[in-house]
């Protein structure tokens, strides 16, 4: 009885043994698979910042571009053309007719100022923080004067709802993509209506741009690989927002933004 009762302690022994090492080795994987899983997560956080500092750097420098092109648009076009009337006026001066020289210098002193507001408007246009400045309805708001301006489209901007910061970051992003639809808009849609909405609930930022052009087959844009769609759902996700676009040929075309709303902070330097 003695040898089987040593038998059984050995055996219970050994049994406990083999389960502690059991434990200490599922204790040794998980911490292993846990301390791995944490460094993919590190290389993840790191690679999806490096990506959203890209896309941010590259934004700012695509706004700069545009706003440089709206320059050169405006000089030739706008203050040339105030600058030739202006000159025009003065060679034209009869100091003989005292009332037909009075009306034209009154007339050329208001061409002087608006082309000095013009001048003044530009040159606060080229500062490349502007944007994160005045904020993104402000950007929106200089867009539509600008399509206005043109003549060819009728363009309105309607805000609903509440007045929510935005980070400076996320605004840019969200600036270069309403640049990038406008862009495709002018180039492509053969619109003249072109309706932006501003929506901001508590907890989401609704943004949606609606035209009245000839639509495309949105099947095949996304199979095609288009990189102007490509770039804007990039941008997206970037700032965790949703993207859509509804479109079909002769029905015009609508994109909408919605950015969920965290509790705004104010910016530290990364």
Same mark, same amino acid.
């Given at each position: 009885?003695?040898?089987?009762? =040593? #038998? ?6 050994? /049994?406990?043994? /083999?389960?502690?090492?059991?434990? *200490?080795?599922? &204790?040794?994987? $998980?911490?292993?698979?846990?301390? =791995? ?24 420098? +695509? ?19 105030? /600058?030739?009337? &202006?000159?025009?006026?003065? !060679? ?23 082309? &000095? ?24 708001? !200089?867009?539509?004067?600008? *399509? #206005? ?11 609903? @709802? ?17 640049? +990038?639809? &406008? ?7 053969? /619109? ?12 989401? $930022? ?11 087959? *949105?099947?095949? =844009?996304? !199979?095609? %690989? %288009?990189? @102007? ?22 029905? @015009?075309? =609508?994109?909408?933004? +919605? ?6 902070? +104010?910016?530290?330097?990364?």
């Amino acid at each position: 009885m003695q040898f089987e009762s =040593k #038998n059984e302690l050995i055996t219970i022994f050994f /049994a406990g043994i /083999a389960v502690l090492l059991l434990l *200490l080795g599922y &204790i040794v994987y $998980f911490l292993v698979f846990y301390q =791995k899983k944490q460094l993919e997560n590190i290389e993840n956080q790191k690679n999806q910042e490096s990506r959203f500092q890209k896309t941010l750097l590259q934004s700012q420098l +695509e706004i700069k571009e545009q706003t440089l092109r709206h320059l050169a648009y405006e000089l030739h076009d706008n203050l040339g053309q105030v /600058a030739s009337l &202006i000159k025009i006026n003065l !060679n034209t001066l009869q100091l003989d007719d005292r009332e037909k020289s009075v009306q034209k210098i009154e007339d050329t002193k208001e061409l002087t100022r608006q082309l &000095i507001t013009d001048l003044k408007s530009l040159s606060v246009s080229l500062n490349g923080d502007l944007i994160a400045k005045i904020g993104l309805l402000k950007g929106i708001e !200089n867009e539509v004067t600008r *399509l #206005n301006k043109t003549g060819q489209f009728i363009t309105e901007l309607k805000v609903e @709802g509440l007045s929510a910061p935005l980070e400076e970051s996320t605004t840019i992003i969200l600036y270069r993509m309403v640049q +990038e639809v &406008i862009n495709n808009i002018v180039k492509h849609s053969e /619109a003249k209506r072109i309706e932006f909405l501003v929506n901001t609930s508590e907890n989401l $930022f609704t943004l949606v741009i609606r035209d009245d052009g000839v639509g495309f087959n *949105l099947e095949e =844009k996304v !199979n095609s %690989g %288009g990189s @102007g769609l490509l770039n804007l759902q990039s941008r997206a996700k970037l700032i965790h927002a949703q993207f859509s676009i509804q479109s079909s040929p002769g029905v @015009g075309t =609508k994109i909408c933004i +919605e950015l969920p709303l965290i509790p705004y902070a +104010e910016p530290t330097n990364r």
